[in-house]
């Protein structure tokens, strides 16, 4: 079983064209803004190969981005060389990651969160972001719920380009929660043939009130939780969750 996200890098961006990360950036702005967060240091945690970290850098924050991926960071380190944003990249998986200092804010995109498969896991990642939260810091993530992943169920996606091909097989399991990916790619060689690579994407569906509890364990006041990047109050159908917490007192 090959680690999720090491071949698929080269292409990921290339299959990332229907995600909204323009709206996506504004809506944060919008909540760093409406709490008084102008500048400062803001950590991309799971930043993959660093889109939303450009984008956050690009509006004036002093960026960190942490992913447990090296060829991730690798295309984020490309994206770096070409804007010049001055972001550092610190490769160190989500469940045991370190700073230098504490941050304005944290934000976790893309269901990165639902690859924690265990609540422990969940609750010390939250943990980690309250200590390092600065003092009323703003946390800001997405998870993909069960419902969306019970709506995918047993499919299989291709899609095929010049950069390359996938083909994405997909399984659910209703009661644990947990849905296995299968993607084997085909990537070019540069010679006019193709090599076959497999990689394993595993993840599990969230309940908000799970997600809120563990927020509540870990120290963070959750400020609210709404239906994917909108204000909107979600439902039973709905498939990508924003949360927002916030540090409210260590010592508390």
């Known amino acids: 079983m090959q680690e999720a996200y090491s ?7 290339v ?3 229907n995600i909204d990360y323009e709206g996506w950036k ?7 803004r409406d709490n008084g967060i102008t500048d400062g240091l803001v950590l991309d945690l799971g930043c993959g190969t660093g889109t939303l970290t450009e984008l956050l850098a690009g ?8 992913d447990s991926s ?5 295309e984020a380190f490309e994206k770096r060389l070409a804007s010049g944003h001055d972001i550092l990249y610190l490769q160190q998986d989500m469940t045991e990651f370190e700073l230098y200092g504490t941050v304005r804010a944290v934000v976790s995109v893309c269901d990165s969160l639902n690859y924690l498969l265990e609540e ?9 972001v309250n200590n390092y939260l600065d003092p009323g810091g703003i946390f800001v993530f ?8 019970r ?21 659910y399991d209703d009661e644990t929660g947990i849905n296995t990916c299968a993607l084997t790619l085909f990537l070019p060689t540069g010679s006019g043939h193709y090599e076959k690579k497999e990689e394993y994407h595993v993840q599990r569906g969230c309940e908000a009130e799970q997600i809120l509890r563990l927020l509540e364990k870990a120290g963070l006041k959750a400020e609210g939780v709404y239906q994917a990047y909108t204000r909107n109050t979600p439902d039973e159908k709905t498939g990508r969750l924003t949360f927002i917490a916030r540090e409210r007192g260590k010592n508390e």
């Open 151 to 171: 709506s995918i169920g047993e499919q299989t996606i291709a899609e095929n380009r010049e950069e390359g091909s996938f083909i994405w097989e997909n399984e």
């Open 142 to 149: 997405d998870m993909n719920t069960k419902y969306k992943y």
């Open 26 to 32: 504004d809506y944060i702005l919008e909540i760093f």
């Open 7 to 13: 071949d698929f890098a080269r292409i990921y961006d």
């Open 120 to 128: 422990e896991e969940l609750l010390t990642v939250f943990r980690l």
């Open 59 to 66: 509006a004036g924050y002093d960026m960190i981005g942490v």
């Open 70 to 74: 090296e060829e991730m960071l690798m």
């Open 15 to 17: 299959f990332q064209y």
